[in-house]
């Protein structure tokens, strides 16, 4: 598979990151080593703090 740009990590600035770079037609991969299933029974806050992008 050949992308434009590869992600670590499905966090809080990982999956963003990858949804703003498919909504510009850039072609990427997000790489977790964690599950899917763990990965979405995370719980997700609402507020993003400035550190954490």
Known sequence: MKVSACIGGAGPA???LGHLL???GIDCIVVERQSPGYVLGRIRAGVLEQVTV
């Open 14 to 16: 990982g999956l963003p």
């Open 22 to 24: 498919r909504a510009e």
